[in-house]
């Protein structure tokens, strides 16, 4: 027959678990979800189209200058779409849409988070480009600011996130 009594410690291991659910819950949700990935990444892609645009301008390179506006018109959209779903959240109602136009053009094949990856992908391959172009030394000061602020709040919570995981399997 099995033994079902309580034993030392058992109460305190069931509430360490219910608080680690909680905080597990909390990150994966679209409020902080948007937060320190879905908005830092907007403001790369806006900062990045705004810098096409500037160079562009100034090298009377029409081209360019139009794919600077198409990127921050995109990078706007996908803003919008981020204070929607974390909005939305705070409100603890489901959002209808993705986190941006990408993931949302990936419901078309059942696959929004396989294209929410390649939108990540494509984020970081602007944050590269705007590195090895040269382009982030020649941001304006409240430019440089807003990108300091997105890679802090990225990276920061990133750090977070994986501290969290490292220390609830350690347990």
Not at 29 to 48: N, Q, V
Not at 95 to 114: D, L, N
């Amino acid at each position: 027959m099995e033994n079902n009594a309580l034993k030392p410690g058992d109460f305190e291991q069931d509430s360490i678990r219910r608080e680690t659910d909680r905080i597990q819950r909390f990150f994966s949700r679209p409020f902080f979800l948007s937060l320190t990935i879905g908005f830092p990444f907007c403001l790369y892609k806006i900062l990045f189209g705004v810098m096409a645009v500037r160079v562009g301008s100034d090298a009377a390179n029409t081209l360019l200058e139009s794919f600077g506006w198409i990127i921050v018109i995109w990078a706007g959209i996908d803003l919008v779409m981020n204070l929607g779903r974390a909005f939305l959240d705070l409100l603890h109602r489901q959002a209808g849409f993705e986190y941006c136009t990408i993931a949302q053009a990936g419901r078309i094949f059942h696959r929004p988070m396989s294209f929410l990856a390649l939108d990540t992908m494509v984020s970081f391959v602007i944050i590269c480009m705007m590195l090895w172009s040269g382009w982030i030394a020649y941001l304006t000061s409240p430019e440089r600011y807003l990108w300091y602020f997105a890679t802090t709040l990225n990276l920061v919570s990133l750090s977070l996130v994986s501290l969290y995981n490292e220390t609830r399997m350690a347990r």
